[in-house]
């Protein structure tokens, strides 16, 4: 089985500590899932998708430390995605931080935000419509 690894963006990878990984894993399975961002790898302590992964505190990258509160924010296809996501945090152990809908950081953000298990300050994002060059650079190996 190949490893694959898409690159080419600003973030290599974001960790979250989290108390309970369980609860943290069922919200981010739920998230990610409207967002079709699947969750590539699971072990012992900790999950991955894309460039996130999410740990216990004693997951040895994590050497017994809770990260505490971060924004992150997730791109989405469209509105219908954004909206889709704040719906399956909230019924997935997530608060409201911020209902979606467009906000005056540039015309056609569109954003909801919402609270993750542990405090941390999860957005999901259209920034209306776009081309990409291509969706990312694929490296195997």
Same mark, same amino acid.
């Not at 704040?86 to 911020?98: D, I, K, P, V, W």
């Given at each position: 089985?190949?490893?694959?690894?898409?690159?080419?963006?600003?973030?290599? *990878?974001?960790?979250?500590?989290?108390? $309970?990984?369980? !609860?943290?894993?069922? +919200? &981010?399975? %739920?998230? #990610? /899932?409207?967002?079709?961002?699947?969750?590539?790898?699971?072990?012992?302590?900790?999950?991955?998708?894309?460039?996130?992964?999410?740990?216990?505190?004693?997951?040895?990258?994590?050497?017994?430390?809770?990260?505490?509160?971060? *924004?992150?924010?997730?791109?989405?296809? $469209?509105?219908? !995605?954004?909206?889709? +996501? &704040?719906? %399956?945090? #909230? /019924?997935?152990?997530?608060?409201?931080?911020?209902?979606?809908?467009?906000?005056?950081?540039?015309?056609?953000?569109?954003?909801?935000?919402?609270?993750?298990?542990?405090?941390?300050?999860?957005?999901?994002?259209?920034?209306?419509?776009?081309?990409?060059?291509?969706?990312?650079?694929?490296?195997?190996?």
């Amino acid at each position: 089985m190949k490893t694959q690894l898409h690159r080419g963006r600003l973030i290599d *990878h974001i960790q979250l500590v989290v108390r $309970d990984l369980k !609860a943290s894993q069922d +919200f &981010y399975a %739920a998230v #990610l /899932a409207v967002l079709e961002i699947p969750i590539t790898a699971t072990a012992e302590g900790y999950f991955w998708a894309d460039e996130l992964v999410v740990s216990s505190a004693e997951s040895p990258a994590a050497q017994g430390m809770l990260t505490g509160r971060h *924004h992150l924010a997730f791109q989405a296809k $469209d509105r219908t !995605a954004v909206d889709a +996501f &704040y719906r %399956a945090a #909230l /019924a997935h152990g997530g608060r409201s931080n911020g209902e979606p809908g467009e906000r005056s950081y540039h015309p056609g953000y569109y954003a909801a935000f919402v609270i993750d298990p542990d405090g941390n300050n999860i957005e999901a994002v259209y920034h209306g419509e776009a081309q990409r060059s291509v969706p990312s650079v694929v490296i195997e190996f």
